[in-house]
């Protein structure tokens, strides 16, 4: 009896993990999929509370020569290929770059990261201004109003 109890328990363990991660999933990956799926098939301006089904109209009309749709492929495409290519072609050379024995090296690094370093400053100090000064009610009920110390030093 004692094994049955412990199986009973490591189902339930393995439910209640396993669960809110299915739910997840599904919300993320199946329910867009599935709503993909049911709009290609109708007349849908993106708007308009009823979409018109049209079955699978919309693909004879793509796959019977429709300009707009070769254009946008053959568009997007040729983006996707040169930024692919373009983008690991210059972060390889960069990258070769950073990593020779020269006297610049070290200010080549700084000169990489600093556009890094900075935007995580001004992100700190939007974050300081939208606490401090936009929700300053946020603020008093966390403690961090402007009568704290961290408040009162340099408000924006």
Known sequence: MLKT?????????????????????????????????????????GISKHPK?????????????DTNFMNASWFTIKYAILYIVLVNVLAILLALVLD??????????????????LSLVIVGFIWKFIFMQGFESLGASTGWGSSSSVGSVNRI
Do not use: C, H
């Not at 299915?22 to 109708?42: D, N, Q, W």
């Not at 200010?107 to 890094?116: E, N, Q, S, T």
């Open 5 to 45: 109890g412990r199986k009973w328990t490591e189902r339930l363990e393995f439910g209640a993990f396993t669960l809110p991660v299915l739910i997840s999933v599904i919300a993320v990956f199946y329910y867009p999929f599935i709503m993909t799926i049911r709009y290609s098939l109708t007349k849908w301006n």
């Open 53 to 65: 089904f049209v079955g699978l109209d919309n693909f004879k009309q793509i796959f019977s020569g």
């Open 100 to 117: 020779m024995k020269m006297k610049s090296t070290t200010w080549l690094r700084a000169a990489f990261f600093i556009p890094y370093i």
